[in-house]
């Protein structure tokens, strides 16, 4: 059973940094892509990065370029999402994906407040 489960989110003032991890499990990790999505209060949920199995960036959400980066562990079976000078509108659910054996797998999900 595949299962992927965030961390790292919190409270954080505007212009600050924080680390969100997803660990996965249940799936050939090293050969998946894996994304990066999140929902704000009343709003879809967005793309915000895809993770190359490499641990390349593609797809990064216009308004992230610059701040955000991403990386993968693939021995620990783990993706990062890399949040750097935050601001309000980054407050959001934060959520890993994968694609695997023909269906969409998510995380629950981790909270990120950015205060003014």
């Not at 998946?32 to 993770?51: C, D, F, N, S, T």
């Not at 949040?83 to 407050?91: A, C, G, R, S």
Request: charge should be positive; charged fraction near 20%.
């Amino acid at each position: 059973q595949v299962q992927l489960v965030e961390s790292g989110g919190g409270l954080v003032h505007t212009g600050g940094s924080l680390r969100l991890s997803c660990t996965a499990s249940g799936f050939p990790f090293s050969d998946y892509a894996m994304r990066w999505y999140r929902q704000a209060p009343g709003k879809e949920r967005e793309l915000v990065a895809v993770v190359k199995t490499s641990g390349e960036a593609t797809n990064l959400l216009n308004s992230v370029k610059g701040r955000f980066t991403v990386s993968r562990d693939n021995a620990k079976k783990m993706v990062f999402l890399h949040m750097n000078i935050l601001k309000p509108e980054d407050t959001a659910v934060y959520y890993c994906k994968t694609s695997y054996k023909l269906r969409d797998w998510w995380g629950r999900g981790t909270q990120v407040t950015v205060s003014s």
